[in-house]
């Protein structure tokens, strides 16, 4: 028998035809491979461009309150200024209001074994963060940055707002209102620092201090000579500090460049808010803004895009020439169809719409063979 003849010429075109199914499936998926790298490719386009058709604010997220960065065309050239506007109050007083979170994150890691006292040592240590806060407190000085009109903010907003809150009612001037701030801070201090030394660190070895931190937090005050210092209406008021303080300084930048557009250009205003997930609803920064845009029904996803996952300018910018590229080609695509167009250039996921029905449709199936009523949740 010959070489020829003991050779297995049907292994052989097994192998051969599933070589070349493979290479055909790499050939259908560079379909979509070879589009993704032409859109980015579109996309680094867009955004070396993006400053002569439009104005955009870049806001990213900072412990201070925020960096903004306005890019504008300015006689044929991009111009970028970046502006840190949020008066340092700000910043203190939010620091002061994450004291107790601090107290929390010390010892939660040992909450489901008592009798593990590893969070003392932990909580030592921010103690003694919590004592230098307070004891140089009032070497801060004029480093609050609380000029007239900021001051005036105050007034009316501790007077106005913090009674919305559990009851937290101060009642403040002009006159009195630095004072009354100071108090709060250092009273939220002052508060953090006993009850670890009087509260946590004198539990018994049997002891976990989740249940002592609770009643610490949740603690009713009713001596009507000092109404105010439960822990939760110092945070509040606290909070009120700093939204105020937050959105005097944002709005105040804000307004300043709108005054520098034309209403024609500044209504052509993107903006770009670089969020975390957990801040990205009812965010501060973007509540701030939306009031001074042309167009508030329609700023909001349109123009005023709140997004996560970003850090830094260049991303930001890379980020919005996509979106504009996906609602160019939706226009495009999606003209006349029932598919919405802002199903491609908006936050709904392109397959969403069809995938609901697939499932619903699912459903029914599933509950009709077991004689139970369809009931879509999607």
């Known amino acids: 028998m010959s070489h020829t003849e003991n050779y297995n010429w049907k292994k052989q ?113 921010y103690c003694k963060v919590l004592k230098v806060a307070l004891r140089t407190f009032d070497n801060v000085k004029e480093g609050f940055q609380i000029d007239a009109h900021l001051r005036s903010r105050l007034v009316k907003n501790l007077n106005g707002i913090t009674e919305n809150f559990d009851g937290a009612d101060p009642f403040v001037t002009d006159a009195t209102v630095v004072q009354y701030i100071h108090m709060i801070l250092k009273q939220l201090l002052s508060s953090a620092i006993n009850f670890i030394d009087i509260n946590a660190l004198t539990l018994t070895s049997n002891e976990s201090p989740v249940k002592t931190f609770q009643e610490w937090c949740n603690a009713t005050h009713g001596q009507p000579d000092n109404p105010h210092d439960t822990i939760y209406k110092l945070i509040v008021q606290c909070q009120v500090i700093a939204a105020t303080t937050q959105e005097y300084g944002i709005s105040r930048l804000i307004k300043k460049w709108k005054g520098s557009f034309d209403p024609s250009e ?95 449709s699912s459903l029914q199936v599933n509950t009709q063979k077991n004689n139970v009523p369809a009931k879509c949740p999607v």
């Open 266 to 360: 500044w209504k052509k205003l993107y903006v770009i808010v670089e969020a975390e997930w957990v801040t990205r609803k009812l965010n501060s920064i973007a509540q701030c803004i939306l009031p001074e845009m042309a167009d508030k029904e329609l700023a909001l996803d349109q123009q005023l895009l709140i997004v996560t996952n970003l850090t830094g300018i260049e991303p930001a910018l890379h980020f919005l020439a996509r979106i504009l590229e996906d609602r160019a080609a939706a226009d495009l695509i999606l003209t006349d169809h029932s598919q919405p167009r802002k199903d491609l250039s908006g936050q709904t996921d392109l397959l969403g719409p069809v995938m609901k029905e697939v499932v619903c």
């Open 13 to 125: 075109r097994s192998i051969v035809d599933s070589s070349l199914s493979q290479k055909a499936i790499e050939n259908i998926e560079k379909v979509d491979s070879e589009m993704l790298r032409h859109m980015d490719n579109l996309q680094d386009l867009a955004q070396r461009d993006l400053y002569k058709y439009q104005p955009v604010i870049v806001a990213q997220f900072t412990p201070g309150g925020g960096k903004y960065t306005l890019l504008r065309n300015e006689y044929g050239n991009e111009s970028r200024v970046t502006v840190e506007p949020v008066p340092r109050l700000f910043a203190l007083a939010k620091s002061i209001a994450h004291a107790p979170l601090g107290i929390y994150a010390c010892f939660e890691p040992y909450s489901t074994d008592p009798k593990n006292h590893g969070w003392r040592k932990a909580l030592k240590s």
